[in-house]
């Protein structure tokens, strides 16, 4: 193993384009993973590609189409509206059931090849959006799995686990990336990259983060 190398699961979004230029500050060698599950807007992972050669970082991409197949959510079902605001009680239908699970186990056996044991992902539980797999006991729990599965002591780092956009824009910022981040990641729902649609729940918790961030900024206090 390597101990100086790390993979990122890179979606091309806010979260995960900051966590890259963050695993460039903290590791030697970084790898970038995308993944192709059936999402609508598969345009992410070319938006990716983009900001991974300007990070000078490896990529690659996975086609995992079957995560989409599996269960009916409205980021993988054409027909299904998405839900503009969390349900009282459950998940929203954003919630592509699984996805981190596969994402980070099949990272993980992509890294264990390449003989990194470093696993970098942007899942946060201060803004986790009601998904389960977000959260640092799922992570955690995860970590300790693959670990058992794969003889590997795998470490997972979340940077964003405990910022909220605010901070998570501030860390941006502070690596040099906030314009890249704001004008060239993709976390829109609907599809638009930058600043996106301006109207859906990823939009607006983006929005917001970087409205407070900027005026936190303006005033010295970030």
Same mark, same amino acid.
């Given at each position: 193993?390597?101990? +100086? ?16 230029? %963050? ?5 030697? $060698? ?25 990070? !000078? ?25 998405? !839900? ?11 919630? *592509?059931?699984?996805? +981190? ?10 890294? &264990? ?9 942007? *899942? ?30 795998? *470490? ?5 686990? %405990?910022? !909220?956009?605010?901070?998570? %824009? ?19 729902? +609907? ?14 918790? &983006?929005?917001?983060?970087?409205? $407070? ?7 010295? $206090?970030?």
């Amino acid at each position: 193993m390597n101990h +100086n190398d790390a993979l990122v699961v890179f979606s091309g979004g806010q979260d995960s384009t900051t966590c890259l230029f %963050w695993a460039k500050r903290e590791f030697q $060698k970084v790898y970038a993973l995308s993944f192709l599950y059936g999402q609508k807007h598969a345009q992410e992972v070319e938006l990716a590609r983009a900001i991974a050669q300007k990070a !000078d970082v490896e990529f690659d991409v996975m086609d995992v189409s079957f995560i989409g197949k599996l269960g009916h959510n409205s980021l993988t079902d054409q027909n299904m509206l998405m !839900d503009n605001e969390k349900p009282e009680n459950g998940v929203p239908n954003t919630f *592509v059931p699984g996805r +981190n699970l596969f994402f980070l186990s099949i990272a993980a056996v992509y890294a &264990r090849e390449r003989g990194i044991n470093h696993l970098v992902t942007g *899942v946060s539980q201060t803004d986790f959006s009601g998904y389960p797999d977000c959260r640092d006991a799922f992570i955690k729990s995860l970590n300790v799995t693959l670990n058992l599965a794969m003889e590997t002591q795998f *470490v997972i780092h979340t940077p964003l686990m %405990w910022v !909220d956009k605010a901070q998570t %824009w501030a860390l941006a910022d502070k690596l040099g990336v906030l314009e890249l981040v704001r004008n060239e990641t993709m976390t829109c729902y +609907n599809g638009i990259p930058g600043d996106g649609c301006g109207h859906c729940p990823a939009c607006k918790l &983006r929005r917001e983060g970087l409205e $407070k961030y900027l005026q936190t900024r303006q005033n010295g $206090k970030l």
